[in-house]
């Protein structure tokens, strides 16, 4: 596609809020940069004709501390917590002398177990994780 824009990746952004797209820029459609602090992003003065490639790389942040929040969909906070009190409840089930405590501890596993899977069900399909990736998206012909 022709374009003036030289470095499309350095002067364009785009976002993504529900089922709408928007392209913005910080350059004009000569390619110069826009002055006004006001207008600094714009929407792109650019003809779209076969399509437009969106690409981006994310990953998400490594946890360092105890006070850390996952950088995951926040709908997914709770089952990590029942994934982790699994490990534990069967860390603590390996460890026991006792067989009740042992029974009762992998029993308390198999409970979190379950709650960490239905948690993935109901909320770890939803296509909002912070994983980067190649997206298309070809708008309709208008004309």
Known sequence: MASSIKYPDASCLYFLEGDSLALVTNVDSSGTQNTSLRKRWKAIQEAVTDGLL???????????SINDTPDIDNALHYPIIDFVKRCLYMDRAGASPDPN???????????????????????????????????????????
């Open 54 to 64: 969106l690409w981006y790389h994310a990953e998400p942040n490594n946890i360092t």
């Open 101 to 143: 405590t042992s029974s009762v501890a992998m029993n308390m596993a198999q409970f979190h177990e379950n709650k960490w899977n239905e948690g993935l069900r109901r909320y770890g399909m939803r296509k909002r994780d912070k994983v980067g990736g190649t997206r298309a998206i070809k708008p309709p012909d208008l004309t």
